[in-house]
């Protein structure tokens, strides 16, 4: 079966190191995007790719990057975290083009980052 | 952005029917979704409208009217397993995947 996974699932790091969470997905989909989510605000998105080579900056895109080199992986690095950026990252991935599931999200299991 | 207002919290009985509404603003969103995420699980998909009336799926109902920038989600003879957060999220549209979500609405369920 078609699945989405992310790592690591947990993970407490210091401020100021480079962290990196991975995304993989086997739906073939092209659309993928990272949110973050913490209380009081909900979902919200980060960065997202509409395919191969192809990145784009969300709402709260500051002290994150991502790369596409293929349809499967978004990895989304933390180039020197803060605490600030303690909170549960969510993966998803969705279908482009005209259809009935066209735009639903797919999401991951979600990876719990801390920053002390 | 565009603002997607919704509850923070419901309490509803087991059995009975719960409505959970969305606001939004009119010019923002081709189509809603909601979602239902358990306690520390991924949000699953619950259901999408882009017409406006009401969606019909088993329990749960979907409706939206885009000229009033509302929509609800109906719950029926609730059960313990439904209580959870329900996000209502928009998409804008003309070939843009992005989703928009609302902070969420904690219902829950008891005896």
Sequence with gaps: DAEITQSPRHKITETGRQVTLACHQTWNHNNMFWYRQDLGHGLRLIHYSYGVQDTNKGEVSDGYSVSRSNTEDLPLTLESAASSQTSVYFCASSESGIGPNTGELFFGEGSRLTVL | ?111
């Design chain 2, 1 to 111: 952005g565009q603002n997607i207002d919704q509850p923070t919290e419901m309490t509803a009985t087991e059995g009975a029917i719960v409505q959970i509404n969305c606001t939004y603003q009119t010019s923002g969103f081709n189509g809603l979704f909601w979602y239902q995420q358990h306690a520390g699980e991924a949000p699953t998909f619950l259901s999408y409208n882009v017409l406006d009336g009401l969606e019909e799926k088993g329990r749960f109902s979907s409706f939206l009217s885009r000229s009033k920038g509302y929509s609800y989600l109906l719950l029926k003879e609730l059960q313990m397993k439904d209580s959870a957060s329900y996000l209502c999220a928009g998409d804008s549209g003309a070939g843009s995947y992005q989703l928009t979500f609302g902070k969420g609405t904690k219902l829950s369920v008891i005896p």
